[in-house]
């Protein structure tokens, strides 16, 4: 059976992020032999309250079809962002309505939030003492509302295993991607990229987003750099030889690449190796020596612990658990 996807729309929600898992997850397919497509994801959406409307921030009410009950059949809760969660927002605390909902749900379904949507997994208890982030305009009030949660405002989102919470609005597309790469491979969440028009990694978290003065324009970018460095990952990469191909200093190249990327050029390097192997382990049969050697590493010792920091697996097993579902893809 296909994995299913409960999306919790509350009154108040924002349009675009409800239709955001049913674009990404309700198109994720994988080919069977003999050119049959099989759905991955089953996408159902539901209220807290009978089948019926529930309140947008447009200037229209959807009309869902789901109760609360629907929650119970979930292997995985989304929580889009919502302008009308009153004592969840002000106080941290649920409604009755909500706390009712939220307790059908199973014990081990995964939980997702988009935006300020955390708040309500926060509000449920769900991310206590565990790192988690929302949208970068909300972070402090978010911190001060559960200082139990380890918030980090710079990111994306964050992958803690069962419980993933995004930063604002489109980070929810990067977070849904990052989800179906992480349980059907590269291959499949690329496929969805391309057919949804975005890129399927994005570089950098929020902090690239948050409006900062600028005391006069700057023209000089770090863009050459990066893409010269795609080209060359297999071989050492030093931050001054990309200083030089932008004809920077060291120090203003650092300083130019944090404000366009959000993160440093070693952080950068190390992400896009790791993207580079992960694609080698899924889509080639090449050793891991190679692999390790071909994304930049160097060696099998080194891949195995960056791939385990960045993805909790060993290359082995990551290659196991997705080479099958990108040969099906494909």
Same mark, same amino acid.
């Given at each position: 059976?296909?994995?299913?996807?409960?999306?919790?729309?509350?009154?108040?929600?924002?349009?675009?992020?409800?239709?955001?898992?049913?674009?990404?997850?309700?198109?994720?397919?994988?080919?069977?032999?003999?050119?049959?497509?099989?759905?991955?994801?089953?996408?159902?959406?539901?209220?807290?309250?009978?089948?019926?409307?529930?309140?947008?921030?447009?200037?229209?009410?959807?009309?869902?079809?789901?109760?609360?009950?629907?929650?119970?059949?979930?292997?995985?809760?989304?929580?889009? %962002?919502? *302008?009308?969660?009153? $004592? !969840?927002?002000?106080?941290?605390?649920? &409604?009755?309505?909500? =706390?009712? +909902?939220? @307790? #059908?749900?199973?014990?081990?379904?995964?939980?997702?939030?988009?935006?300020?949507?955390?708040?309500?997994?926060?509000?449920?208890?769900?991310?206590?003492?565990?790192?988690?982030?929302?949208?970068?305009?909300?972070?402090?009030?978010?911190?001060?509302?559960?200082?139990?949660?380890?918030?980090?405002?710079?990111?994306?989102?964050?992958?803690?295993?069962?419980?993933?919470?995004?930063?604002?609005?489109?980070?929810?597309?990067?977070?849904?991607?990052?989800?179906?790469?992480?349980?059907?491979?590269?291959?499949?969440?690329?496929?969805?990229?391309?057919?949804?028009?975005?890129?399927?990694?994005?570089?950098?978290?929020? %902090?690239? *987003?948050?409006?900062? $003065? !600028?005391?006069?324009?700057?023209?000089? &970018?770090?863009?050459? =750099?990066? +893409?010269? @460095? #795609?080209?060359?990952?297999?071989?050492?990469?030093?931050?001054?030889?990309?200083?030089?191909?932008?004809?920077?200093?060291?120090?203003?190249?650092?300083?130019?690449?944090?404000?366009?990327?959000?993160?440093?050029?070693?952080?950068?390097?190390?992400?896009?190796?790791?993207?580079?192997?992960?694609?080698?382990?899924?889509?080639?049969?090449?050793?891991?020596?190679?692999?390790?050697?071909?994304?930049?590493?160097?060696?099998?010792?080194?891949?195995?612990?960056?791939?385990?920091?960045?993805?909790?697996?060993?290359?082995?097993?990551?290659?196991?658990?997705?080479?099958?579902?990108?040969?099906?893809?494909?």
């Amino acid at each position: 059976m296909p994995h299913r996807v409960v999306v919790l729309a509350l009154d108040g929600l924002l349009p675009f992020e409800l239709g955001i898992p049913q674009r990404i997850f309700g198109r994720s397919i994988a080919t069977e032999p003999g050119g049959k497509a099989r759905k991955l994801y089953d996408v159902v959406t539901c209220s807290i309250r009978p089948p019926g409307p529930v309140r947008t921030d447009a200037d229209f009410s959807i009309l869902v079809e789901h109760g609360p009950e629907a929650l119970a059949t979930a292997d995985t809760v989304v929580v889009p %962002a919502s *302008y009308e969660l009153g $004592p !969840v927002f002000d106080e941290g605390r649920l &409604t009755e309505e909500l =706390a009712a +909902a939220l @307790a #059908l749900v199973r014990p081990g379904t995964r939980m997702v939030s988009i935006c300020t949507g955390s708040y309500v997994l926060a509000a449920a208890g769900y991310l206590d003492g565990r790192p988690a982030t929302t949208h970068w305009s909300s972070a402090d009030h978010f911190q001060r509302t559960f200082p139990q949660v380890r918030v980090d405002p710079d990111v994306l989102f964050i992958d803690d295993g069962d419980v993933l919470t995004s930063a604002g609005v489109a980070a929810g597309i990067d977070l849904c991607l990052h989800l179906v790469r992480r349980d059907h491979g590269t291959a499949v969440a690329n496929e969805i990229a391309r057919r949804t028009v975005v890129p399927p990694h994005r570089d950098g978290g929020q %902090a690239q *987003y948050i409006h900062r $003065p !600028v005391p006069e324009p700057q023209f000089a &970018t770090t863009t050459g =750099a990066r +893409a010269w @460095a #795609l080209t060359r990952l297999d071989r050492p990469i030093l931050l001054r030889d990309m200083a030089e191909h932008e004809a920077m200093s060291v120090r203003t190249f650092t300083r130019r690449f944090r404000e366009e990327v959000g993160i440093s050029p070693g952080q950068w390097l190390t992400q896009q190796r790791v993207e580079r192997a992960r694609h080698l382990l899924e889509s080639t049969d090449l050793s891991i020596d190679q692999v390790a050697r071909d994304a930049g590493f160097g060696t099998a010792t080194s891949l195995r612990q960056h791939l385990q920091a960045a993805l909790g697996v060993p290359p082995t097993a990551y290659r196991r658990t997705f080479r099958s579902s990108a040969d099906t893809a494909s």
